[in-house]
């Protein structure tokens, strides 16, 4: 497997050649048409981080679940921390090799919940806690100050942005997804 290496520091980047091809891999400073893969060294870097090669790209980071999850959001194919070891590297370069995402399972769980929860904006959030509570839209429109018509908006936005069909659905699936919608207004879900 060829990795191209690319550092803003160049001493660390023909260190982690040197490594690299020590490890069984062919490395080099430069791409050629034998690369395969790219390990970017974003250790001095933080968010918002460059896009990634048109290669499948392993960043090498130092910080927070939030800059590997601000990584694999931009499709990169996965991360190393700098205190990882070299088996670590290994693993991460042959799952990017193969197409595969390399990150820890508390990344990619936080990862995947920011796209499969729908982002509902304040009002939105409002109008699904009281249509959890059973409410008729008339009632909700009552409670929210607002005519039926923008009640009708909002409830058919959350159709849309949940992809369900039905009020039922909806309240299910709020019910049974409490803690990733968050406090509305200062009403927590739990205190339906």
């Known amino acids: 497997m060829h ?20 490890l069984g891999f062919e490395a080099s400073l430069e791409r050629t048409t034998e ?12 968010p918002p981080y460059p896009p990634p ?22 499709r990169y194919s996965g991360y190393i921390k700098a205190e990882d070891g070299s088996s670590v590297l290994i693993k991460a370069l042959e799952a990017a090799r193969r197409g595969e995402i390399w990150a820890e399972r508390h990344v990619l769980s936080q990862t995947l919940a920011r796209f499969m929860t729908p982002q509902l904006t304040a009002r939105e959030k409002e109008t699904l806690r ?14 929210l100050g607002v005519a039926e018509g923008t009640v009708k908006m909002h409830v058919s936005h959350l159709f849309n942005k949940m992809g369900m069909k039905s009020r039922a659905e909806i309240i299910a ?8 919608l968050g406090p509305v207004d200062g009403v927590k879900p739990s205190q339906l």
């Open 173 to 180: 699936h709020f019910l049974n997804n409490k803690n990733t």
């Open 130 to 143: 009281l249509l959890a509570k059973g409410l008729s839209n008339r009632a909700i429109a009552e409670q």
């Open 3 to 22: 990795v191209w290496v690319q550092s803003k520091y160049r001493v660390f980047a023909e260190s982690l050649v040197t490594l690299l091809t020590r």
């Open 35 to 46: 690369t395969e893969l790219l390990l970017c060294d974003m250790t001095r870097l933080s």
């Open 53 to 74: 090669s048109d290669l499948p790209t392993v960043a090498l980071i130092e910080g927070e679940s939030a800059d590997a999850v601000a990584l694999l959001q931009q």
